[in-house]
């Protein structure tokens, strides 16, 4: 069975670090990998996937994701926050062939200034 | 902002009632998948929709249930309503037949039952 954790609830750091959020799935066969971020009361943003190529996927906002096959990981990451980053996060998965897309819990990123 | 636009952006419910939720896909888009959002949590997949048939389900009862028109916007029916049913309700479209393909999302509609 599908599955994505993100173990992290929230995640700290001062605007102009670099940032790292973190997810980690499970499928049976080749994973479809997204990341999406959702701003209040709002629906969710697509930021950037992984299908296959490259491990180090470039997105919008100047986001980008590491996939990790032996590690089933897909973080994503960010040279420099922004304050304006400060939203929650959804790793999600789906696997090939499949109709259902599985996210997980979420992380809150909050940007200090 | 995506083409996908849900209506109404909030309602509120008594126990026991019937709802109705309607979304408009992007253009485009023969996909539609329905998601429930409790707070402080992920979104939960309810079922997808392709040309008009459903094409996959979640762990949801079947007061849960589901059309799409030709013009493939669709709706939400939930019946019975119960206080844990209040959520944000999130409808997706994508191209249909695409795995690989991200979802366009709707705004949503945040359903209150009391």
């Known amino acids: 069975a599908q599955s994505v954790a993100q173990p992290e609830d929230q995640v700290n750091v001062a605007e102009g670090n670099p940032l790292t959020v973190k997810c980690t799935y499970s499928?049976?066969?080749?994973?479809?990998l997204f990341w999406y971020v959702q701003y209040p009361n709002r629906g969710l943003q697509f930021l950037l996937k992984y299908i296959t190529g490259d491990n180090l996927v470039k997105g919008s906002y100047g986001f980008e994701a590491e996939f990790n096959k032996s590690q089933t990981s897909f973080h994503l990451k960010k040279p420099s926050a922004l304050v304006s980053d400060s939203a929650l996060y959804f790793c999600a998965v789906r696997d090939e062939g499949g109709f259902k897309t599985i996210f997980g819990a979420g992380t809150r990123l909050f940007v200090k200034a | 902002e995506t083409g996908v636009t849900q209506s109404p952006t909030h309602l509120i419910k008594t126990r026991g009632q019937q709802v109705t939720l309607r979304c408009s896909s992007q253009?485009?888009?023969?996909?539609v998948s329905w998601y429930q959002q409790a707070l402080g949590q992920g979104p939960q997949f309810i079922f997808q929709?392709?040309?008009?048939?459903?094409?996959g389900r979640g762990n949801f009862p079947p007061r849960f249930s589901g059309l799409q028109f030709p013009n493939y916007s669709s709706e939400l029916n939930v019946n019975a309503l119960e206080l844990d049913d209040s959520a944000l309700y999130l409808c997706?479209?994508?191209?249909?037949?695409?795995?690989?393909?991200?979802?366009?999302f709707g705004q949503g509609t945040r359903l209150t039952v009391v």
């Open positions: 253009s485009g888009h023969n996909t």
């Open positions: 499928v049976s066969g080749n994973p479809y």
């Open positions: 997706a479209s994508t191209p249909g037949g695409s795995w690989n393909t991200e979802a366009f």
């Open positions: 929709y392709y040309r008009e048939e459903e094409n």
